[in-house]
């Protein structure tokens, strides 16, 4: 059963930094893509940074160059650094496993929508950024 459990929301001015985890389980990472996207009450989800199964990541140009993944497969931990926090950046971070198609740097460069029989969630972690 696959579990995605994100943890290291919370409260900062802008300029600030936070550190997402997402703690995942009940799959191979080496078989399925990783991400992270996020959703502000009344718009849809959208796409924040892609980690493919051979490592090579991707970005949503408002992330761009703020934002890192990676991940630690020892932990079986995923990560979202998050610098140069702006106020748009307020929202609900969801963590994502995906075995495609779509491909998940697809939804999150290009807004494809995810298939719901190959995308598991997270619950969501509430990041606010003050200005």
Do not use: H
């Not at 490592?55 to 497969?73: C, E, L």
């Not at 998050?82 to 495609?100: F, H, P, Q, R």
């Amino acid at each position: 059963q696959v579990q995605l459990v994100e943890s290291g929301g919370g409260s900062v001015p802008a300029g600030g930094s936070l550190r997402l985890s997402c703690a995942y389980s009940g799959f191979t990472t080496g078989s399925v893509a990783m991400g992270w996207f996020r959703q502000v009450p009344g718009k849809g989800r959208e796409g924040v940074a892609a980690m493919d199964v051979d490592g090579s990541t991707r970005y949503a140009d408002a992330v761009k160059g703020r934002f890192t993944i990676s991940k630690d497969n020892a932990k079986n931990t995923l990560y979202l650094q998050m610098n140069s926090l702006k106020s748009e950046d307020t929202a609900i971070y969801y963590c994502v496993s995906d075995s495609g198609p779509p491909m998940l740097w697809a939804a999150v460069v290009l807004g494809y929508t995810l298939n719901p029989d190959f995308a598991y969630w997270g619950q969501g972690t509430q990041v606010t950024v003050s200005s």
